[in-house]
């Protein structure tokens, strides 16, 4: 089916405007569609194409900490008053997009690779839809809770995962295995949390920017990445909270609200947000 871009909104038309030549190749070279603002409310959802190059998009009214040595090698996306605050050796390999509400008082521009862009576009009206629509989707897996080692092996097109929880620690993992064309939406209806050695990878010719796991239901518990965790997707998580330690790394892109607080000797965010090529 086509794919479709999720629309972004915005007081200020040149605004939006103005992002769609800011639009970025993906890391493997994909061009993205443009931003603007179009209804897609016909399409498979899980064709849809988050409409930002960012490894952090902060939705209104959160807080975002990057403390020690911690590194997002990607850009960084702040919503309507949101506040972001650089501590430590923690950098910035790209660009800041942030609003005129934001509290960067606590940023240094040294930390910051590619400066800020300011704007008046808001995602978490599309993203919070995007998350509803994801989560109606209706399962090709139904799992109670996975916390062990698992192979999930991809239909060649859309794989709806229902899970009750992901918990995974030690060496435990999660492999997904298909062709470029498979995508592998996870909905999750409790926790999240991978620590010591645990990874969810990617095999085959699956694509990191083809897997999401988006967080549903009214769970209170934080998602949570420590250790030397591996996690290859985007985490999407419109009512949680995201706490990142440990040596880990992140393929992907963390969405949350409220606090997305990232510390420890090195975590390296690799920006590859959700946007599947055309199937």
Do not use: W
């Not at 629309?7 to 038309?13: R, T, V």
């Not at 995201?242 to 393929?251: D, I, M």
């Amino acid at each position: 089916g086509p794919q479709s871009q999720l629309a972004l909104s915005s007081s200020d038309k040149s605004t939006t405007e103005s992002l769609d030549h800011v639009s970025e190749k993906n890391s493997r070279g994909h061009s993205r569609s443009s931003c603007s603002p179009h209804d897609s409310s016909t399409l498979n959802p899980a064709n849809t194409c988050i409409g930002i190059n960012a490894g952090v998009i902060a939705l209104t009214y959160t807080s975002v900490s990057l403390n020690g040595n911690a590194v997002v090698n990607g850009n960084v996306y702040l919503d309507h008053y949101s506040q972001m605050q650089l501590a430590g050796n923690s950098y910035i390999n790209g660009i800041v997009y942030a609003s005129r509400t934001t509290n960067l008082k606590h940023t240094k521009i040294s930390q910051v690779n590619g400066g800020i862009s300011y704007s008046n576009i808001s995602l978490t009206t599309s993203l919070n839809d995007f998350s509803s629509k994801l989560s109606k989707l209706k399962p090709t897996v139904s799992l109670s809770r996975i916390n062990k080692s698992i192979i999930i092996k991809g239909n060649g097109a859309i794989n709806i995962i229902k899970a009750q929880e992901i918990k995974l620690s030690s060496h435990h993992s999660i492999i997904l295995t298909g062709s470029k064309t498979d995508r592998f939406i996870f909905n999750v209806e409790d926790g999240f949390q991978l620590s010591g050695q645990a990874s969810i990878l990617v095999s085959g010719d699956v694509r990191a920017e083809n897997v999401i796991f988006n967080m549903i239901g009214h769970s209170c518990k934080d998602m949570q990445i420590s250790g030397n965790a591996v996690v290859n997707g985007t985490l999407l998580g419109v009512n949680r909270e995201a706490h990142v330690s440990g040596n880990g790394k992140l393929r992907g892109s963390i969405i949350a609200k409220n606090k997305i607080h990232v510390s420890g000797n090195g975590f390296i965010f690799e920006e590859a947000v959700y946007c599947p090529e055309n199937p």
